[in-house]
């Protein structure tokens, strides 16, 4: 434990002050409500730009105060219409290159595009060419929460902070659920389990997996992989050559692994968008016994009805952090 003279700590605040301009990217309400927030807890004002669209839908960006040999800060969230959302990021980084800042760095707390992140049947990788256009762009580091794969981070060849929301999603479990204790954590797939045993095992809480017919929208399935070629004759590929006749892979009957009777059901992801597989899993844990069901995520996007959806299902509460 250490103690700053209040001139030198002053001093220090005076210095950072004078290098460090933090703008946001759009005038979003969201987004302007977490760069004020952000500018708050530094003591620092907000960076002067304008960022509005044309009449014919063009961006354009229009910095109002020097950023010469300063580091930049610039804070985007990401809105229903992403495509604009990435071009406000992408036109205001390169503006402050352009202006010679010092470096510049992407507060981006949900990486859009981050579900196309994995090849697709005669697809792309939609996310490696995002990062690759903010590298060129003049971004020199990224902050962001919770990738939708750890493995976009490989995408970059800058500095990328991948931050987690956990330690506020246990909180919440902890002080906003009264009977947290009787709770089980639940992976509404198989490939959630890491995340939910991460969940559980810092909780003390069981948990349980749903497996079988319910498929997230991303599933591997599209990209072919589960059609095997159908071969009936296998002297039209080569006459020496024998080839089983494979099955395709079938989809077994929906499961629960672990008890939730009588528990209070907490389904964890990253990522609240297309709902339906979450309606489905919790429809399942209510047949199976699950009195209460709660699902948390980092990301709620909630995209079209989602919110109505929600409203008319069994699912009783979505904490997300944003």
């Given at each position: 434990?250490?103690?700053?003279a209040?001139?030198?700590?002053?001093?220090?605040?005076?210095?950072?002050?004078?290098?460090?301009?933090?703008?946001?990217?759009?005038?979003?309400?969201?987004?302007?409500?977490?760069?004020?927030?952000?500018?708050?807890?530094?003591?620092?004002?907000?960076?002067?730009?304008?960022?509005?669209?044309?009449p014919?839908?063009?961006?354009?960006?229009?910095?109002?105060?020097?950023?010469?040999?300063?580091?930049?800060?610039?804070?985007?969230?990401?809105?229903?219409?992403?495509?604009?959302?990435?071009?406000?990021l992408?036109?205001?980084?390169?503006a402050?290159?352009?202006?010679?800042?010092?470096?510049?760095?992407?507060?981006?707390?949900?990486?859009?595009?981050?579900?196309?992140?994995?090849?697709?049947?005669?697809?792309?990788?939609?996310?490696k060419?995002?990062?690759?256009?903010?590298?060129?762009?003049?971004?020199?580091?990224?902050?962001?929460m919770?990738?939708?794969?750890?493995?976009?981070?490989?995408?970059?060849?800058?500095?990328?902070?991948?931050?987690?929301?956990?330690?506020?999603?246990?909180?919440?479990?902890?002080?906003?659920?009264?009977?947290?204790?009787?709770?089980?954590?639940?992976?509404?797939?198989?490939?959630?389990?890491?995340?939910?045993?991460?969940?559980?095992?810092?909780?003390?809480?069981?948990?349980?997996?749903?497996?079988?017919?319910?498929q997230d929208?991303?599933?591997?399935?599209?990209?072919?992989?589960?059609?095997?070629?159908?071969?009936?004759?296998?002297?039209?590929?080569?006459?020496?050559?024998?080839?089983?006749?494979?099955?395709?892979?079938?989809?077994?009957?929906?499961?629960?692994?672990?008890d939730?009777?009588?528990?209070?059901?907490?389904?964890?992801?990253?990522?609240?968008?297309?709902?339906?597989?979450?309606l489905?899993?919790?429809?399942?844990?209510?047949?199976?016994?699950?009195?209460?069901?709660f699902?948390?995520?980092?990301?709620?996007l909630?995209s079209?009805?989602?919110?109505?959806?929600?409203?008319?299902?069994?699912?009783?509460?979505?904490p997300?952090?944003?």
């Amino acid at each position: 434990m250490f103690c700053v003279a209040p001139s030198e700590l002053e001093t220090k605040m005076n210095v950072t002050k004078g290098g460090l301009v933090l703008f946001s990217a759009n005038s979003n309400s969201s987004c302007m409500e977490l760069s004020k927030k952000i500018a708050e807890r530094l003591g620092v004002e907000m960076g002067k730009v304008q960022v509005y669209q044309e009449p014919n839908r063009e961006t354009r960006v229009q910095i109002q105060e020097s950023v010469r040999g300063k580091d930049v800060f610039i804070i985007q969230t990401v809105s229903k219409d992403v495509n604009t959302t990435v071009m406000e990021l992408l036109i205001m980084v390169y503006a402050c290159k352009t202006s010679c800042a010092k470096s510049i760095t992407g507060v981006i707390p949900y990486f859009p595009y981050s579900k196309q992140c994995k090849m697709r049947k005669r697809g792309s990788i939609v996310s490696k060419l995002l990062a690759s256009m903010m590298c060129k762009a003049g971004l020199t580091h990224l902050i962001t929460m919770d990738l939708h794969q750890k493995e976009i981070q490989g995408f970059f060849n800058i500095p990328v902070d991948n931050l987690r929301a956990s330690p506020f999603l246990l909180q919440y479990i902890q002080e906003e659920i009264p009977d947290y204790r009787n709770a089980v954590i639940v992976a509404k797939s198989p490939a959630s389990a890491k995340r939910a045993q991460s969940f559980a095992e810092r909780l003390r809480l069981g948990i349980a997996v749903i497996h079988g017919e319910a498929q997230d929208a991303e599933s591997d399935l599209v990209d072919g992989r589960h059609s095997p070629p159908m071969v009936r004759n296998a002297a039209a590929i080569h006459p020496s050559l024998e080839i089983p006749l494979l099955i395709p892979k079938e989809k077994p009957p929906i499961t629960v692994v672990g008890d939730v009777g009588g528990r209070i059901a907490i389904i964890v992801d990253d990522i609240i968008d297309d709902v339906d597989s979450f309606l489905a899993a919790a429809e399942t844990l209510k047949e199976r016994g699950a009195y209460k069901i709660f699902v948390m995520a980092t990301h709620g996007l909630l995209s079209s009805d989602a919110p109505r959806l929600i409203e008319e299902s069994a699912i009783d509460e979505v904490p997300a952090c944003g």
